[in-house]
């Protein structure tokens, strides 16, 4: 199970990212794009939101159907993937967020992640 105290540590692990509003939702942006958001997390906290091409996000959700499933509307077909945090470890909680991070992010700053 992920608190969304560990979520926000994680995401804002990540190079460049910072934690801005987004209507009543926190958003992780990746500063150096312009804050192009990589994951949000609701207030009542059940879930976050990350951004995924549509292949990844069907890989996920048929991998992990219990921790993954595409968001209801046209952003969730364009790959946007919520992320049940009741469901979750860790280490695919990172790599969702490593994911979509790398979507967010410009190319130059790939070379950043850790364990790069």
Do not use: Y
């Not at 199970?1 to 958003?27: G, N, Q, V, Y």
């Not at 890989?59 to 364009?78: D, H, Q, S, T």
């Not at 790959?79 to 410009?106: E, F, K, N």
Request: hydrophobic share 45%; proline share 9%.
């Amino acid at each position: 199970m992920i608190k969304p105290e560990k979520l926000r540590a994680e995401a804002l692990k990540l190079p460049h990212a910072l934690e801005r509003p987004h209507f009543d939702w926190a958003s992780f942006r990746v500063d150096a794009q312009k804050g192009k958001i990589f994951a949000t997390l609701p207030p009542h906290h059940e879930f976050s939101n990350v951004f995924l091409t549509p292949d990844e996000q069907r890989m996920l959700c048929a991998a992990e159907p219990r921790i993954f499933f595409p968001v209801p509307n046209k952003w969730g077909e364009k790959g946007a993937t919520s992320i049940r945090l009741a469901a979750c470890d860790l280490a695919t909680l990172r790599s969702a967020l490593v994911m979509s991070w790398r979507h967010a992010a410009p190319v130059q700053l790939h070379a950043l992640l850790p364990g790069k």
